[in-house]
C-alpha cells in the first residue's frame, strides 16, 4: 500500500485567468499580498496589453476561469468568449 503523501497546496500566483461576466477581466495572477488576497494584472480585450492591476479576495474568484499559459487563456477566448461576444453575450 502507498504511504500517504501530502500534495503542496496549488498556489495561483502566475496562472492566468478569464473573471466573473460581472467584471469581463481577462489578466494573470502576479502577486499574493496577503493570504487569501491576490493582485491581479489585467489586460485588455482588443489588443492584449496590460491596463491596470487590481487586488481582489479568493472569495471573488470562484467563478473565474484559470488557465496555466497565455496560450490557453487565449484559446479560450477565441473558442468561448469571443463567439458570446460577437452574439451580445458577457466577456468571461
Do not use: C
Not at 496549488?10 to 460581472?22: E, K, N, W
Amino acid at each position: 500500500m502507498a504511504e500517504d503523501t501530502q500534495l503542496p497546496l496549488p498556489s495561483l500566483l502566475g496562472s492566468y485567468f478569464h473573471s466573473d461576466d460581472d467584471r469581463g477581466w481577462q489578466g494573470w495572477v502576479i502577486g499574493e499580498p496577503h493570504p487569501g488576497v491576490f493582485l491581479v494584472e489585467l489586460f485588455s480585450w482588443i489588443d492584449g496589453s496590460a491596463n491596470g492591476q487590481k487586488v481582489v479576495p479568493i472569495a471573488e474568484m470562484s467563478e473565474w476561469e484559470f488557465f496555466d499559459t497565455s496560450e490557453e487563456m487565449r484559446h479560450a477566448y477565441e473558442n468561448r468568449v469571443a463567439p458570446r461576444r460577437e452574439m451580445g453575450g458577457q466577456h468571461g
